[in-house]
């Protein structure tokens, strides 16, 4: 459940071997096991490996790049600005949302694969704050259920989930009403949660109570 359109730091000794063209990298960490990949993709992992770490707005490109070991200039053939490594990152944090719910609800059915999709949306928010709350200022326009990638959109996920669940009477005006009352109990509790509005000891346990196939009303 969750909405919208869209894994893997180096530190200490880094060596970088640019391709002519600075789209392959090779680094070396003693805490990294990345050889040999892709540059836009080793900026976009280690950008979400320092998200971990800070917030969306502590980020830097320079950072980005001092980690890994390259030039900072090379990261701007990639990103040209820090928004778009954002948006990057977002995309790649909302597939990865996305991954963790398909898991969640793998060998379940019906209403109890539906609460598991919840569930995972609420634990992926308090495992990735930070990420989480870039994915919802970063691509607002990804926000919209109606987007169409299922491989990458919880928002996908969710319509397919209502839609198996609401059954063949249910009308768009009521399909539309399940889906902002799902996805409103699962973010609106994730938000509570972030915010320190709501307190305890045990984070999964409470996921798991308010987020039940009776609280996931779909009429």
């Given amino acids: 459940m969750g909405i919208s359109g869209v894994e893997t730091h180096a530190n200490n000794v880094y060596s970088d071997n640019m ?3 600075d789209n392959t990298v090779n680094i070396r960490s003693n805490k990294s096991g990345y050889h040999h990949g892709d540059l836009r993709s080793a900026l976009i992992e280690t950008g979400l490996k320092l998200l971990e770490q800070g917030s969306a707005e502590t980020l830097s490109l320079r950072e980005i790049a001092r980690e ?3 030039s900072a200039t090379s990261i701007y ?3 040209p600005d820090k928004d778009a490594l954002l948006a990057a990152l977002a995309a790649e944090g909302m597939a990865k ?3 963790e719910q398909k898991a969640a609800a793998k060998g379940k059915d019906g209403k109890e694969a539906f609460a598991e999709m919840g569930r995972a ?3 992926f928010a308090v495992r990735n704050p930070a990420l989480f709350r870039l994915i919802y200022t970063s691509l607002p326009a990804a926000t919209d259920p109606d987007c169409v990638n299922p491989e ?3 928002g996908w996920l969710l319509r397919q989930s209502i ?3 609401a059954g063949a009477k249910a009308t768009a005006a ?3 009403a399940a889906l902002l009352r799902a996805w409103s109990l699962v973010h609106g509790l994730a938000m509570l949660i972030l915010s320190g509005q709501i307190a305890g000891p045990d984070a999964d346990s409470l996921i798991n109570e308010v987020v039940s196939v009776d609280s996931l009303k779909l009429r």
């Fill in 174 to 176: 009521q399909k539309r």
């Fill in 68 to 70: 890994i070991g390259v």
């Fill in 19 to 21: 391709s002519a063209n």
């Fill in 152 to 154: 990458e959109s919880p």
């Fill in 97 to 99: 949302l996305a991954r």
């Fill in 77 to 79: 053939r990639h990103f």
């Fill in 163 to 165: 839609a198996g669940l």
């Fill in 121 to 123: 949306y609420v634990r």
